[in-house]
């Protein structure tokens, strides 16, 4: 199982076997193996792997999104946010422009930070 994410979520950052190979500084052939199955990552790698695809270890081994990266990602919306007394929310962007959102823009905004790896 590990194996599959693992091709998942090489396959979604857009790079190759030799690319995580090299990043991971193992042989191809071992990227395929854990990729097949047939050989599993040492913690070590576990943990190179969980920090280049942006994920928990423990989504590494079980699947399971980590309640840690969702409360982080919260945060940094709320952050963003601000919450005016009408009870409307304007999202602050990154240049410092301001965008006023309803319940369905906020909503998909949720949806899209925590569904994505």
Known sequence: MIGARIA?????????????????????????????????????????????????????????????????????IFLSAISKLDGTVQFRHSDGSVTPMGSQELAQLFATLLCTP
């Not at 950052?13 to 991971?24: D, E, H, P, V, Y």
């Not at 097949?36 to 989504?59: H, I, M, N």
Request: aromatic share 4%; hydrophobic share 40%; glycine share 8%.
């Open 8 to 76: 998942v979520l090489r396959h979604q950052a857009g790079i190759s076997q030799l690319t995580l190979a090299k990043r991971l500084n193992v042989s191809v052939s071992t990227v395929g193996m854990y990729e097949q199955g047939r050989r599993e990552p040492s913690g070590e790698c576990l943990v190179k792997l969980a920090e280049l695809f942006g994920v928990s270890t423990d989504f590494l081994l079980t699947g399971t999104p980590s309640v840690c990266c969702d409360a982080e990602k919260l945060q940094v």
